[in-house]
C-alpha cells in the first residue's frame, strides 16, 4: 500500500487541484474523507495533524503538508520524473510560482468568501462586491490566457490544474459567460480533455455548484 495518505473531500477545489496532480504523476496514493460539513475538520485527530483545520493535507510517510499549492509543488519535486508540471528553470518556476500565489489568494479567496460562510454557518446572503471579487478573478485569468495555451507558456503546469479546480466551482457563486471570457472558455475545455480531469476534477466540481445553486441571494 502507497505511504501517501491526501486527506480531504470532492467538493473541496483546492483537494481537487492535488488530486489532479496526483493522477498527472500517477502516483498511487490512499485517500482518506475528512466530511467538512459534519465538521470532522475539528476533531481532535484532524487538528493534531493541521491545526488550521483545512483540507486537503498531505502525509507522506509522517511529513504532513498543509495548502495544496505548497503539496502540489512537494509532490512534482519530489517524485516527478520530468520537470515539466513545475520547471526548475528559475524564471519559468517564478512565473508558475506567481500563478499559484494568484491562485491561493484571488481566485481561491474569491469564492472561500462567499462558499464559507453559506457551508459552515448558513449564510446565503451575498453582498455584491464578494461576486465583484469573482468576476475580477475571470478577468485576470482571462489576461494570463491571452496569448498563451495554458497559465504560464504552451505547456500543462501545476498552476493549471490549480486554477482549474477552483474556476470551475466558481459558476456556483458566479456563471462563467464563454462570450466574456472566451480564453478560459477554450482552456477549460482543453484540459477537460486529459484522461484523468473529469474524473478527479469535474464530478466534485458539479457537487460544489449543486450545494449553491439557487442558495444564495445577493444583495
Ligand atoms: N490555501 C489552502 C486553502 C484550504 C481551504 O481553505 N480549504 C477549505 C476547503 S475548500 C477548508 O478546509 N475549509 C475549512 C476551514 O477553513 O475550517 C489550500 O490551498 O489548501
Known sequence: MSNI???????????????????ALDLPYQYKNVDLLKGEHHS???????????????????????D???????????????????PKNLGKRALVNQRLYFE????FMSLKNVCAPFFLRNVSNVP???VDNVEQGYKHLENFLANDLYVVGDT?????????????????????????????TAWLERLSQL????????????QFISHLK????IV
Open 5 to 23: 495518505i491526501l486527506y480531504g473531500t470532492d467538493i473541496s477545489p483546492p483537494v481537487r487541484a492535488c488530486k489532479l496532480v496526483l493522477k
Open 44 to 66: 481532535e485527530e484532524f487538528l493534531k495533524k493541521n491545526p488550521q483545520h483545512t483540507v486537503p493535507l498531505l502525509d507522506d510517510n509522517g511529513l504532513i503538508i498543509s
Open 68 to 86: 495544496s499549492h505548497a503539496i502540489v509543488c512537494y509532490l512534482v519535486d519530489k517524485y516527478a520524473n520530468s520537470d515539466e508540471l513545475y
Open 104 to 107: 491561493a489568494t484571488v481566485l
Open 128 to 130: 455584491q462586491e464578494k
Open 156 to 184: 500543462l503546469t501545476i498552476a493549471d490544474l490549480c486554477c482549474a479546480a477552483t474556476v470551475s466551482s466558481l459558476p456556483g457563486v458566479l456563471e462563467l459567460d464563454p462570450v466574456k471570457y472566451p480564453k478560459i
Open 195 to 206: 484522461p484523468y480531469y473529469k474524473e478527479e476534477n469535474d464530478l466534485g466540481a458539479e
Open 214 to 217: 439557487g442558495a444564495l441571494t
